[in-house]
């Protein structure tokens, strides 16, 4: 038998059928909670397990249509880290999800810097404003941004594996 992992205090797991195409997933820092709206089980998944989407293989179609509302009480002092484990488990529990890891190869992208010093090109500045970010689909507007950052940003708009390799 596994070991249960932890596990929220009070969770609720409720279909939703309004056919909103709007789904919301937040969990505050500081509030152990975790309040999701009209999400689909592979939305919370991807979330749970910090993956993209294309990271996710094997998942039955129903888990990218149907839709549910999902709410997650635990301490307060719980950490991100410790919602998405608790998610993992409700997961695991109230969708009987069953998950293995494995590797495969596939094309990535590699962030590098443009000349053999490193140096900063001129429309890159050193920063400690706080972080904003603005995506459209043609252009990524953003202050404060660490390349890591921005390789994982790209991870998701490009569909694979964006490595920082900017040293």
């Given at each position: 038998a596994q070991t249960p992992g932890?596990?929220?205090e009070v969770a609720s797991v409720k279909a939703n059928s309004s056919g909103?195409?709007?789904m919301r997933l937040t969990a505050?820092?500081?509030?152990?909670?975790?309040?999701?709206?009209n999400v689909t089980a592979r939305l919370l998944i991807l979330n749970a397990y910090g993956l993209r989407d294309f990271q996710?293989?094997?998942?039955?179609?129903?888990?990218?249509?149907?839709?549910?509302?999902v709410a997650g009480?635990?301490?307060?002092?719980?950490?991100?880290?410790?919602?998405?484990?608790?998610v993992r488990t409700l997961l695991a529990d109230?969708?009987?999800?069953?998950?293995?890891?494995?590797t495969r190869e596939m094309p990535v992208y590699a962030l590098v810097a443009a000349t053999p010093d490193k140096r900063l090109g001129p429309a890159l500045k050193v920063s400690t404003a706080e972080t904003r970010t603005r995506?459209?689909?043609?252009?990524?507007t953003a202050v404060s941004m660490t390349m890591a950052r921005l390789a994982v940003t790209l991870s998701g708009i490009v569909g694979r594996v964006v490595t920082d390799e900017t040293g």
């Open positions: 932890p596990s929220f909103q195409a709007v505050p820092p500081g509030t152990g909670r975790l309040d999701a709206t996710l293989a094997g998942a039955p179609p129903w888990t990218e249509s149907e839709r549910f509302d009480r635990a301490a307060a002092s719980a950490t991100r880290d410790e919602i998405s484990a608790m109230r969708f009987r999800l069953r998950t293995h890891r494995e995506i459209s689909p043609t252009s990524i």
